[in-house]
């Protein structure tokens, strides 16, 4: 099986290490990683692609590419450019350090890889680790990921559904903010929505007098509702869930059309 990694943290990433084992894992012997992921760290860049400017690409090593561009980006340069147009067998992005789960789906370079990944018509996963109190102080703040990662991904290989649409159905999958043991297993959850929380900005004046404003994330620790993503990762599960890119509300289409007539 041939692999290929990426993320939205960057090339040195302590997340990118964890998703090199795991990829390895499942590949096996006899299989190969590739790896192209952002030169710099790219968070927050969601589906983003590097539309108006061209991206430089450096081989650090074999099979593994830097690139100065968003993790979509990297999945077009890996298919294209790095393996000439032979496609890999599955796309595994991550590992993120933090959480995708909920609204941060939308605004994740760890699930705009994935999803570039699906629209080229390659099999993907974006997988990403929920920090809290439990986790984040560990020597190895990756350990859930790290031990049940390749697991998850198997049994995705072996009895997800992969679909053959237009619009291919890929994974998005969080860990738990809690070490390996203590994980309760999969579930299979869809996107939830933190309430009373969201994304916003915060001011600040720099040395100079110049006002900058930082983006600023809601509390990471808000459950979503129950059976939902987030809220299944806080009760100790490995959230499991579907995704495809396609953005319409399907379940509005026939009482838009009649209230449009």
Known sequence: MRILITNDDGINAPGLEVLTEIAMTIAGPEGEVWTVAPAFEQSGVAHCISYTHP????????????????????????????????????????????????????????????????????????????????????????????????????????KGLWSQDDYRVFYNVNFPPLPAAPTLGMKVAPQGFRRDTAFSVEPHLSPSGRRFLWIKGGPQQTPTLPGTDAAVNLDGWISVTPMRADLTAHDLLSDLELRLA
């Open 55 to 158: 991206m430089m690409i450096a081989e650090l090593a074999e099979r593994r590419f830097a690139a100065e561009g968003s993790p979509a980006d990297c999945v077009l340069a890996a298919i294209y450019d790095v393996l000439e147009g032979a496609k890999p067998d599955l796309v595994l992005s991550g590992v993120n350090r933090g959480n995708n789960a909920a609204e941060n789906v939308l605004y994740s370079g760890t699930i705009g890889g994935a999803m570039e990944a699906a629209l080229q018509g390659v099999p993907s996963i974006a997988m990403s680790q929920f920090f809290g109190p439990e986790n984040a102080r560990l020597a190895d703040p990756f350990e859930c990921a790290r031990t049940h990662g390749a697991a998850v991904v198997r049994a995705l290989l072996d």
